[in-house]
């Protein structure tokens, strides 16, 4: 900064300068042959001037406006509802990522979000091109925004109320007055558990008091702890949570089940990579994943995805329950 100060300064002193010697010089005689050097010398002083401080300007301006343009990342995003905390998503998502582009020769970065609602907010506006959904929000969200289902989890989806091994607590009926702790509302597992304990009359007065929590995990925990006195998750989010803490809970009902969770490629990538990305999902062993985080797919004996038909997805579409789960 200080050399282009010195620059500038010189520049005009030498201009100043010059003015000063045309003048002297004109009073000699030698008006039109100075005159002439006067104008040359000026027009080129000030052509160099006008570069000089011009030119970092207009690199700047070219620079923001390429950052601007230029995606923050290259390469396919993929996205993942928020069922567990960050840190155990990327631990589990992360080398599905990486599988995948290696797969198809292309980055892959894994994304989630704080919440369900942003997460369909993100997923019904398009912003991942690869995501793994829950079977309702499919429907409701990842079809209309131009998403096609390439697996579904092979396993089907049911909710689960858990209890402390040591509780009371023997039988569905006797979680009348009792505080269960939910999954987030409005995900599959949750609207699959209040619509057992509505058919089961105790969602009525005095019946159970709900706690819904932003993460699956966190429910459990609340059970553990005995800040709840049962949990409403499903089996892969039991898996991982025992083989993690080596904490046994029991089971006292399971609801009926649906389709599990979806892999949907958007339509803009092209369909030579969406098929492969179908083969690389199928044949994965998810080998990459952590023993423990790997349970909430591998069951023994099965592989973690299957193929998914039009029939599953008019199963979908027609099941009751679509109607609470609608914006």
């Keep these: 900064m200080a050399g282009k100060v010195y620059a500038v300064v010189l520049i005009y002193g030498l201009t100043l300068q010059t003015l000063q010697e045309g003048e002297n010089t004109m009073k000699q005689g030698h008006k039109r042959e100075l005159a002439s050097m006067f104008i040359i010398f000026f027009f080129a002083t000030f052509t160099i001037l006008s570069c000089f401080i011009a030119f970092p300007f207009l690199v700047h301006q070219t620079h923001a406006e390429q950052q601007r343009s230029a995606p923050e990342k290259s390469g396919y995003v993929l996205g993942v509802y928020p069922a567990l905390s960050v840190s155990q998503l990327d631990k589990l998502f992360s080398p599905i990522a990486h599988e995948i582009g290696q797969g198809i020769n292309h980055p892959i970065h894994f994304q989630s979000s704080s919440t369900y609602e942003k997460y369909s907010g993100?997923?019904?506006?398009?912003?991942?091109?690869?995501?793994?959904?829950?079977?309702?929000?499919?429907?409701?969200?990842?079809?209309?925004?131009?998403?096609?289902?390439?697996?579904?989890?092979?396993?089907?989806?049911?909710?689960?109320?858990?209890?402390?091994?040591?509780?009371?607590?023997?039988?569905?009926?006797?979680?009348?007055?009792?505080?269960?702790?939910?999954?987030?509302?409005?995900?599959?597992?949750?609207?699959?558990?209040?619509?057992?304990?509505?058919?089961?009359?105790?969602?009525?007065?005095?019946?159970?008091?709900?706690?819904?929590?932003?993460?699956?995990?966190?429910?459990?925990?609340?059970?553990?702890?005995?800040?709840?006195?049962?949990?409403?998750?499903?089996?892969?989010?039991?898996?991982?949570?025992?083989?993690?803490l080596g904490t046994k809970l029991r089971i006292i009902k399971e609801t009926a089940s649906?389709?599990?969770?979806?892999?949907?490629?958007?339509?803009r990538v092209p369909a030579k990579e969406r098929n492969l990305i179908r083969k690389i999902l199928l044949s994965t062993t998810l080998s990459g994943v952590p023993a423990d985080l790997r349970k909430a797919f591998v069951i023994e004996g099965k592989k973690p995805f299957a193929g998914i038909t039009e029939a599953d997805i008019k199963k979908l579409k027609t099941n009751s329950l679509i109607n609470k789960r609608k914006p």
């Design 122 to 244: 993100r997923l019904g506006r398009g912003e991942f091109d690869i995501a793994l959904v829950h079977p309702f929000d499919y429907v409701l969200h990842a079809e209309k925004a131009g998403y096609i289902p390439v697996v579904r989890k092979n396993e089907e989806l049911s909710a689960i109320f858990v209890v402390p091994i040591d509780s009371p607590i023997k039988t569905f009926q006797d979680l009348k007055g009792k505080t269960v702790a939910m999954s987030p509302d409005g995900s599959a597992v949750s609207l699959l558990a209040e619509a057992d304990l509505i058919r089961a009359g105790l969602m009525q007065d005095n019946g159970v008091v709900l706690k819904h929590f932003g993460e699956h995990d966190s429910s459990l925990q609340n059970v553990v702890i005995r800040n709840a006195d049962a949990a409403a998750t499903c089996r892969a989010i039991l898996r991982i949570y025992e083989k993690s």
């Design 258 to 267: 649906i389709s599990h969770s979806i892999f949907v490629v958007h339509k």
